[in-house]
């Protein structure tokens, strides 16, 4: 059974401060993807990532994939307000289906 | 940019009713899922929908939920004999390709009394 743990679950931090979001998932898989949810809000797609050593970066978020350590990196530079959310990766297990398997979640709270 | 729509946004129901939950994909796309989101934990997927029939789904999705999608462009989630512990937030989701591409809904929250 495919297991996604995410750490922490919950962050809160300063404004312009910087930090890393961590996603361990248990077996092989050909797709990473990442997800932000604002309160009540529906799971927006931030990042896909496909490969080993993939690196995105949209604005202050970036995310990295290590397919041999089986972790996903979603960091985070220089906070502001607006990135208080939820975040979740989410794995494909390669030729198994289309199922997404969510981590937990962490709760992101930047303080001004 | 192409959405996909859920009716309604909140849907109260006694327990034991049967609700069902309304989605429309994105044009486009060939496959389909709902996942859901009990308050304040992780998203689970409950089941996918490709060709008109189930592709895959979770141990969630028993006998007491069924999918459909009766006219081409609606994809329906029914849940026969609701419980207080399908109250939630259920997603519908779509993607053009098999597990990628997904576009996410804007959620119908369930609630159970």
């Known amino acids: 059974e495919l297991k996604v743990e995410q750490n922490p679950l919950f962050l809160s931090m300063q404004e312009g401060k910087n930090y890393t979001i961590y996603c361990n998932y248990s077996?092989?898989?050909?797709?990473l993807y990442w997800y932000r949810q604002d309160p009540g809000k529906s799971l927006e797609s931030l990042f896909v990532l496909l490969s080993n050593g993939a690196v995105k970066q949209e604005g202050r978020l970036m995310a990295s994939l290590d397919t041999k350590a089986r972790l996903s990196t979603l960091h985070i530079t220089a906070a502001v307000h607006d990135l208080s959310a939820t975040y979740f990766c989410?794995?494909?297990?390669?030729?198994?289906?289309?199922?997404?398997?969510f981590g937990g979640g962490t709760r992101l709270m930047v303080k001004p | 940019e192409p959405e996909v729509t859920q009716t309604p946004s909140h849907q109260v129901t006694q327990m034991g009713q049967e609700v069902i939950l309304r989605c429309v994909p994105i044009?486009?796309?060939?496959?389909f899922y709902w996942y859901r989101q009990i308050l304040g934990q992780k998203v689970e997927f409950l089941v996918s929908f490709y060709n008109n029939e189930i592709s895959e789904k979770s141990e969630i999705f028993d006998d007491q939920f069924s999918v459909e999608r009766p006219d081409g462009s609606n994809f329906t989630l029914k849940i026969r004999s609701t419980k207080l512990e399908d109250s939630a937030m259920y997603f519908c989701?779509?993607?053009?390709?098999?597990?990628?591409?997904?576009?996410f809904g804007s959620g119908t929250r369930l609630t159970v009394v």
């Open positions: 044009s486009n796309h060939l496959y």
């Open positions: 989410a794995v494909r297990i390669g030729d198994a289906g289309n199922m997404l398997t």
């Open positions: 989701a779509s993607s053009p390709q098999a597990g990628y591409g997904y576009t």
């Open positions: 077996t092989t898989s050909d797709r």
